[in-house]
């Protein structure tokens, strides 16, 4: 146990907790329950909406599985990891306006509400769905063994207590403060994540006594930790530039990112959000990712890779820092997983049980099944991390890309093509998923490019050719795009 | 009727592709022009690798400056409710 570290901790859950139960005020006084529990009311500020886009899709891989890799593989990785900053400002510039105007006028709540405004087909939605559940289910899995592994490793409590601890803490303040917490906290939780980042990566440049030491020691144990192609060269250039699909452009494509666009107060809020996301995503992608390759020599023979960040950040820092610090990989896994089990409980309680199990649902019935829903999925998510598996970051990423290969076209192309419908989109939704599932599982890297590259590219082109072979059967209809 | 917004909308969108791909050559042109070679002949900037210093650390600077500089130049405010719009 190391008191000194648990103490900033604790305050940071008791914030946390603090803001739930604030939020919980405005859930009782709101007019809309849904609106307010799932979408904060529409009123988030450019500051706040940049930190929980950035919180949310900064998460456990980004602090404990990513500086792993990098640790190994040396700066080749942080190349790869800094694919990631079109994540901050792209996805806003193309979901921004028109998603936001959209959205408002078809009173979407949820990314399929859209959807199924924009395509009027059940099939759509239901396939939506599904997705979003199996697929984020399995990403709130990564999250939750990533904050159970945390908190097992700072206090020494095994992993089932800690587990039940970490999802004791979420579970709390997301059901009860639904979304207005969960973006406020994000908010808390970036800030940390950044503060964190710059303390950290102060602190081991300091340890390893200055940059041009550590690399020195690096070239001295391998080169190839210092050239862009990774410790073994099995980063290569098509790899690398096919896995910025993955984790910089194909971010578009992600409900848990893509509903955040749904939820600014005004376009001046988004043009702040862009600027701030972009600075902080950048700060934590490139911080954290160095630092892993940084503790390589401050910290040699590590070889579980979860392990280097919570390892390093007690070796270097003094307890109280460090415990600022262990707050970071905490408050990202935390925001990560509450926004994701705010999107899988929205898509069961709006998009299932109002649409096809009961319509008539008024707010009391609404609410009940909000707070039964959330709670009932995150416990199901207990049981099955209770037996996690290994690295984080591939399961994590599977879930990354199953969900570009589904949504990226059927979103982009259905608020930007006037002749996208609802045959286009099935089609290439469904071969989207499984040419994912067949690559990744049998294929892994077809030509030594990234696995979702395919299915992306292919759902494109089926999306289009279906819709122009369809398209005469829509000529009536008018469009709101 | 033509959604005027929606006109800035598909602009604005088309200025972020471009920035992806000027990211995207600034990043990946950086790493593997200069990265390339022998790790023994690296030349080094502020103790980083230079390739490793103009893709991911000036890049980064760069493409941060350039999405506030295109903000101010290009993006235009609009209101998201329709009644706004209409009145």
């Known amino acids: 146990m190391h008191w000194q570290v648990i103490v900033p901790l604790l305050l940071f859950l008791v914030i946390i907790f603090g803001i739930g139960i604030w939020s919980n005020k405005h859930i009782r006084s709101s007019n809309s329950f849904l609106q307010e529990y799932f979408l904060g009311g529409r009123e988030m500020g450019g500051f706040i909406l940049a930190m929980t886009m950035i919180a949310t899709y900064g998460s456990a891989s980004s602090f404990i599985g990513g500086p792993g890799v990098a640790y190994t593989k040396g700066l080749g990785w942080v190349l790869l990891a800094m694919a990631q900053l079109p994540a901050g400002y792209f996805v806003l510039m193309i979901f921004r306006k028109k998603f936001a105007i959209i959205a408002r006028r078809y009173q979407a709540i949820t990314l399929i509400d859209f959807l199924r405004e924009r395509y009027k087909s059940h099939v759509i939605v239901i396939l939506s769905a599904i997705s979003i559940i199996v697929f984020l289910f399995s990403a709130m899995m990564a999250q939750w063994v990533g904050g159970a592994r945390l908190i097992e490793s700072l206090t020494g409590l095994n992993y089932t207590t800690a587990l039940f601890i970490f999802a004791f803490s979420v579970l709390v303040y997301v059901i009860i403060g639904g979304f207005r917490a969960v973006a406020l906290t994000d908010a808390v939780q970036g800030s940390i994540m950044v503060i964190g980042t710059i303390i950290l990566l102060i602190g081991t440049v300091i340890a390893g006594g200055g940059i041009d030491n550590i690399m020195a020691s690096l070239v001295a144990e391998n080169p190839n930790l210092v050239s862009p192609f990774g410790a073994e060269g099995e980063l290569t250039p098509l790899y690398v530039s096919t896995f910025w699909i993955l984790i910089g452009i194909g971010v578009v494509g992600l409900p848990q990112i893509a509903v955040r666009a749904m939820s600014y107060k005004d376009s001046r809020s988004m043009h702040l959000a862009i600027i701030i996301g972009t600075i902080a995503i950048g700060t934590i992608m490139f911080g954290m990712h160095l630092i892993g390759v940084l503790a390589r020599p401050v910290l040699p023979g590590i070889e579980i890779g979860d392990k280097v960040m919570p390892l390093l950040t007690l070796k270097v820092l003094p307890p109280f820092l460090a415990g600022i610090v262990l707050a970071a990989p905490m408050a990202a896994t935390m925001s990560t997983v509450n926004a994701l089990l705010m999107l899988v409980s929205s898509t069961v309680v709006k998009d299932i049980y109002l649409n096809y199990i009961k319509p008539t649902a008024n707010d009391t019935e609404i609410k009940r099944a909000s707070f039964i829903v959330t709670a009932v999925i995150g416990l199901v998510v207990i049981i099955f991390a209770l037996n996690p598996p290994d690295l984080l970051v591939w399961l994590n990423l599977f879930a990354f890309g199953g969900l570009e290969a589904v949504f990226i076209w059927t979103v982009v192309l259905g608020l930007y093509w006037k002749k996208a419908n609802k045959y286009g989109a099935i089609v290439s939704m469904i071969s989207g998923m499984t040419l994912y599932i067949i690559i990744d599982r049998f294929y892994p890297s077809v030509f030594g490019m990234h696995t979702v590259t395919i299915p992306i590219v292919a759902s494109f082109f089926i999306f289009v050719i279906v819709s122009l072979l369809t398209s005469h059967k829509f000529k009536e209809e008018k469009l709101f795009i | ?87």
Not at chain 2, 26 to 46: K, R
Not at chain 2, 61 to 78: D, P, T
């Open chain 2, 1 to 87: 009727m033509k959604d005027q917004r929606f006109k800035i909308a598909h602009r604005e969108a088309l200025i972020g592709i471009g920035l992806v791909i000027v990211n995207f050559a600034i990043w990946f042109g950086f790493a593997y022009g200069l990265g390339s070679g022998d790790p023994a002949n690296y030349t080094y900037v502020f103790g980083f690798p230079a390739w490793f210093f103009y893709s991911c650390i000036a890049g980064t600077g760069f493409m941060i400056i350039l999405i506030w500089v295109v903000l101010k130049l290009f993006f235009k405010e609009v209101p998201f409710d329709d009644e706004e719009v209409d009145q």
